[in-house]
């Protein structure tokens, strides 16, 4: 017989267009992970009404971007489970259920809650914002996750949806699945200007939908070692923000480049053109996807109220077993 794959539930928030630094993070792991778990891929559309609940329109066309990033980056829609959260009944419900079990104070005490409060400027939080680790605890679990692949700021959500998911089993005699992370080793991509996130919100980024043209714009832009002035004067890599590109998308010039820079061999105008070179041989096939799919609008609609059907079939299997061990099913 068959054995059965270990489920993984990843996804992102409908806030935009998604960039080279979640391809580097998560997209591309996603591809390769694909053959080997069963992938769900949440759109967290929910997750993004929690800071961006003033932007109906950016949400709801991030519906449709970010599904078509995802196969564009080589997501095969036969494989993966593209699932819109807000479509998931058995998430709004689950949460519900769940935000019995967790304080107030942990959640205020969440250090991950605390930094992303910082960074939106938020003096006073909304109930939803506060709560949506709660909501994670549902996505992840409505569908049985057995791995949640996340970067280190991500591990206190996880933790909370193991003990809501531990205390919920204890009290009620359940087996939900207790999520594990999948902690990844890849290394951060910085922003173009040498910010050291590359963000949505920071238009230091580059779009896995941008032209070979803005590619090369937005490259010709970036900042370098600032002290090298002129082709003569030999530059350091160590803290030249190309550089740090070259590593990722360039490895086998790297040690190169990175020795003919110290010796002023190589100007930052040429090293640059390695670069968008690099980085277009990458995006091409992307963009060959993503142009397929932009013409078959109908498909990828069809892509996402499949992934969502067998969603919504999985997780209202699972609040009925809930309701039923709650003594709330009539
Ligand atoms: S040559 Fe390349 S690595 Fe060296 S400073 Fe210029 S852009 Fe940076």
Redesign the pocket.
């Known amino acids: 017989m068959e054995k059965k794959k270990m489920r993984i539930l990843t996804g992102d928030r409908t806030t935009g267009r998604l960039h080279l630094g979640h391809y580097v993070g998560s997209l591309k792991s996603r591809v390769a992970l694909q053959d080997m778990y069963d992938t769900f891929i949440l759109l967290a559309d929910i997750q993004a009404l929690t800071t961006h609940f003033e932007n109906p329109s950016l949400i709801h066309d991030s519906i449709f971007d970010v599904t078509i990033d995802n196969l564009s980056v080589g997501l095969d829609p036969t494989k993966v489970t593209i699932v819109q959260q807000s479509a998931v009944k058995a998430i709004a419900e689950m949460t519900v259920f769940y935000s019995m079990l967790v304080s107030v104070n942990a959640l205020r005490h969440n250090p991950t809650i605390k930094t992303e409060a910082k960074q939106y400027g938020y003096s006073e939080l909304t109930y939803g914002f506060l709560g949506y680790p709660v909501s994670q605890a549902a996505d992840i679990t409505f569908c049985n996750a057995d791995l949640v692949p996340v970067g280190e700021d991500q591990i206190p959500h996880i933790e909370l949806s193991r003990k809501i998911v531990r205390k919920f089993n204890d009290m009620y005699g359940t087996f939900i699945t207790e999520p594990q992370a999948k902690l990844s080793d890849v290394p951060r991509l910085s922003g173009l200007d040498g910010n050291a996130k590359m963000g949505k919100s920071l238009g230091n980024a580059i779009y896995l939908s941008d032209s070979a043209d803005e590619v090369a714009q937005k490259v010709r832009m970036a900042v370098?070692?600032p002290a090298?002035i002129k082709i003569s004067i030999p530059?350091?890599?160590d803290i030249?923000?190309?550089?740090k590109y070259?590593k990722i998308f360039t490895p086998d010039k790297y040690d190169q480049?990175?020795a003919?820079?110290r010796a002023a061999k190589?100007?930052?105008v040429?090293?640059?053109k390695i670069l968008i070179n690099s980085l277009n041989t990458l995006l091409d096939p992307m963009r060959e996807r993503r142009a397929y799919y932009e013409n078959h609008m109908d498909e990828v609609s069809d892509i996402i109220l499949t992934g969502s059907k067998k969603a919504n079939e999985i997780g209202d299997a699972q609040v009925a077993m809930m309701r039923e061990a709650m003594h709330i099913a009539i």
């Open positions: 370098t070692d090298r530059g350091n890599p030249c923000n190309v550089a070259h480049i990175c003919d820079c190589i100007g930052c040429a090293c640059k």
